[in-house]
């Protein structure tokens, strides 16, 4: 079986070829990044006209690598939630104009699944499993049974953690992404000699709107009394903080659940902290700790083919295709796709 999958839902434009749902045979990704970064973060009008630029070169490139043309494609994967709307539209329109001219059915993918499945390419991930899911803009912890079902236990109820990491990033003056660099600069840094404050919340809920907080109040305190400090304790007392919480609920869940797997799926799972850190702290209660390889971490159009595959393979037949109809959705549930 092999999938186009599409994916534009943020600001990388991109289109991947994948056979049988583990076999990538090209996943070409145009980011965006360095137009965005003038502005300190996604503007979304900018990302749309980027996408519809660039996505039928994009497509034809993708091909090109995998060896194949369109009459070999079986179903096209296509991005339709979550994402900026505007983006979403653009990868949506144009899988439909394929998949009307060369009458390929559409499996519509949830942007999160698909973050999630990019850990089932290079390992045999088995279920029940945990995910934890972090990225630009989600922090969840999700369930997913034998038969491929998901269900939300709890998110954040304020700042999704890549985009603390943004946020702690700008007002540090490092720049966007955040992520890398703070995750870089946090290894030089003395994680205890600035303290954090801990979010208290539900088992399986995140709050990481007061730590960004206090990091930018520390900030602008340092400012006003015209001190220097050093960046790097700041962003290692930060991250450990952070990466602190994520291990300790996710392994939670499992435990409680009495699940042995877990995988981390989203932006962040790219976080060396934290790979290490949940990996040796989950072995200490037997469970297994997968991740994806840092290419397929951010978003790429060969997790939405990966993902594209389980749903028809897997999926509630009433809703596996979606027709000229299908429609983009800004925000939805994992357990709603
Ligand atoms: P969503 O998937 O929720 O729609 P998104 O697609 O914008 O959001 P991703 O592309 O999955 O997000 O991830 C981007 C985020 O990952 C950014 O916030 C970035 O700072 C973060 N990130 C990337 N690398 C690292 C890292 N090494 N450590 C921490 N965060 C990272
Ligand atoms: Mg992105
Ligand atoms: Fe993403």
Redesign the pocket.
């Known amino acids: 079986m092999i999938i186009l999958g599409i994916e534009t ?4 434009t991109s289109v991947s070829v994948v056979k049988d749902g583990k076999e990538i045979l090209s996943n070409i990704i145009s980011s965006q990044i360095e137009i965005h970064k003038e502005y300190g973060g ?1 503007v979304p009008e900018i990302a749309s006209r980027h996408h519809i630029k660039n996505i039928a070169a994009i497509m034809e490139e993708s091909l090109s690598e995998a060896k194949v043309t369109l009459d070999d494609i079986d179903y096209i994967a296509v991005t339709y939630a ?2 900026l709307i505007g983006a979403l539209l653009v990868g949506l329109s144009f899988a439909k104009g394929i998949s009307y001219a060369h009458d390929i059915p559409i499996i519509p993918v949830h ?2 699944k698909g ?1 999630i499945y990019s850990n089932f390419v290079e390992n045999d991930v088995k279920l029940p499993l945990i995910a934890l ?6 922090t969840n912890i999700v369930h997913i049974d034998e038969n491929h079902k998901f269900t939300n236990l709890g998110g954040t109820l304020d700042d ?7 946020k702690v ?1 700008r007002v540090m003056g490092l720049g ?5 660099v ?3 600069l946090a290894y030089l840094g003395d994680k205890d000699s600035i303290k954090m404050p801990e979010p208290k919340v539900g088992e399986y809920d995140f709050s990481f709107s007061g730590i960004k907080t206090s990091v930018i109040n520390y900030v602008n305190k340092m400012k006003m009394k015209g001190e220097t400090f050093r960046e790097e304790d700041l962003a290692a007392a930060f ?1 450990h903080k952070v990466v602190e919480i994520l291990c300790k609920k996710t392994i939670g869940a499992a435990v409680e659940k009495k699940v042995n797997n877990i995988v981390i ?10 790979r290490k850190e949940l990996k040796e702290k989950a072995k200490k209660s037997g469970i297994e700790v997968y991740y994806p390889s840092m290419g397929l ?3 790429n159009a060969a997790m939405i083919a990966v993902a594209g595959y389980y749903k028809v393979t897997y999926g509630d037949e009433k809703n596996k295709f979606g027709d000229l109809r299908l429609n983009g959705i800004a925000t939805l549930p994992i357990d709603r796709d």
């Open positions: 839902s943020c600001d990388e996604v979550p994402g942007h999160i973050h899911v972090v990225s630009g803009g989600h999704a953690v890549g985009e603390s990491y943004d990033s966007y992404p955040g992520g890398p703070i995750d870089k991250q799926a989203g932006g962040v799972a790219a976080n060396s902290l934290l971490c951010t978003d």
